[in-house]
């Protein structure tokens, strides 16, 4: 008999939950803002959750927006209406995403050819956007690839650059919006990486190993500085939810990262995430490490820990950590203990009311975290650096 997966039996209490809510919020409190950011629009979203009656149902209903604005997308195009089909793509791309990221189940045909209309779809969206965003692969080891994309600031010369990298719920192609893109209008780069156990990898059984993410991270690293259009001087690293955990790992171990960034923080131990919070965190993150017994991830989730705690006790480039008071993964002691333990230049946003996603103020804290890094990147922070404040939404 086929075993069932991390904490299934509370799967009924999350359906019972999703029925009483109108949008994501059961699983996501406070995501709309954060979807609208990155280019989902709302009468899409309004379609989905109208139609969403389980967890099981949204790959069928984000599918079935994905392929209607595909057949929008491919009509505009044949038509040579070209700024239009490059909208529609987009949001075909960011539609598939969900389909895809849905079934955390290796093989999976239906996750197989969603992943493929993320891609076909983002492709041409590249196409059209002639030239301003670029795909390439980093090898990482053992025959293994990073997958990444390169979003260029406009003009000539090296720019300065960040590494962005997705949590566990996001892919390279869900940002940053090419049409709304808070870097490279501030004349910086920024490059996405899908590392171990996200996205393109997970499609080409790159899992996640410990210590394994921030050995891809320096290797793409090592891509971004041999690059002429980027100031090798000048790179930082952004991480977004999980991310905010793999961007500290990649940033202690290599200082040709001049400073480092998390939001959505994921900075406490992880059995909130894993043992407390609704059950799909676990599952998803066991896909991402292709360990199937639920034994076995625990002890796997201990050491990823003890290596995230230990690479915080490392880190000297300047630090800034955005979250939300009301997080539901992290709450605001936990994170203060971690902004305690650090040695570095430091600077904590709390932000009152807000939950993990900080769709609340997402459409504020972008632009500013794109502020302080261009800032850091340019004039650094002093030792000793100290600075934690509580922002009103």
Not at 104 to 133: F, M, W
Not at 160 to 172: E, H, N, Q, S
Not at 305 to 312: S, T, V
């Amino acid at each position: 008999m086929r075993k069932q997966g991390p904490r299934a039996n509370q799967g009924w209490i999350f359906d019972s939950l999703l029925k009483m809510s109108d949008n994501e919020d059961v699983l996501h409190p406070g995501i709309m803002g954060g979807r609208m950011e990155r280019g989902y629009k709302y009468g899409d979203l309004e379609r989905v959750y109208s139609r969403v009656k389980s967890r099981r149902t949204f790959p069928k209903e984000w599918a079935r927006v994905a392929k209607k604005q595909e057949e929008l997308a491919k009509a505009a195009d044949a038509e040579g209406r070209l700024v239009t089909a490059g909208g529609h793509y987009h949001r075909a791309a960011l539609y598939w995403g969900r389909v895809q990221h849905l079934i955390p189940v290796d093989g999976n045909q239906t996750k197989i050819d969603a992943h493929a209309s993320v891609v076909r779809c983002y492709n041409r969206l590249i196409e059209i956007l002639g030239g301003s965003v670029t795909k390439f692969e980093v090898d990482i080891g053992d025959g293994e690839k990073a997958y990444c994309l390169f979003h260029a600031a406009p003009g000539e010369g090296a720019k300065p650059t960040v590494l962005y990298l997705p949590g566990m719920d996001a892919i390279k192609e869900d940002s940053p919006n090419p049409y709304n893109n808070d870097f490279t209008r501030r004349g910086m780069n920024i490059c996405v990486m899908d590392g171990p156990g996200q996205g393109e990898c997970n499609i080409n059984k790159v899992w996640q190993t410990i210590g394994k993410y921030s050995r891809a991270g320096k290797c793409v690293v090592d891509a971004l500085v041999a690059r002429d259009d980027v100031d090798a001087n000048k790179i930082g690293i952004f991480g977004t939810s999980m991310g905010s955990r793999y961007s500290v790992e990649i940033a202690a171990y290599d200082e040709r990262l001049k400073c480092c960034v998390g939001q959505m923080a994921n900075v406490c131990p992880t059995d909130i995430i894993f043992n407390q919070a609704q059950p799909n965190f676990k599952r998803i993150y066991m896909y991402m490490t292709n360990i199937s017994d639920e034994a076995e991830f625990d002890q796997y989730a201990d050491e990823m820990d003890d290596f995230f705690f230990a690479a915080g006790d490392k880190l000297n480039t300047p630090y800034l950590l955005v979250a939300g008071e009301l997080d539901e993964l992290c709450p605001p002691e936990d994170v203060e203990k971690w902004m305690d333990r650090l040695n570095c230049p430091k600077e904590l946003w709390m932000y009152e009311d807000t939950f993990h996603p900080m769709g609340e103020v997402a459409a504020d804290i972008y632009p500013a975290i794109a502020d302080w890094i261009l800032e850091t990147l340019n004039n650094g922070r002093p030792a000793g650096h100290d600075k934690r404040l509580f922002l009103e939404p």
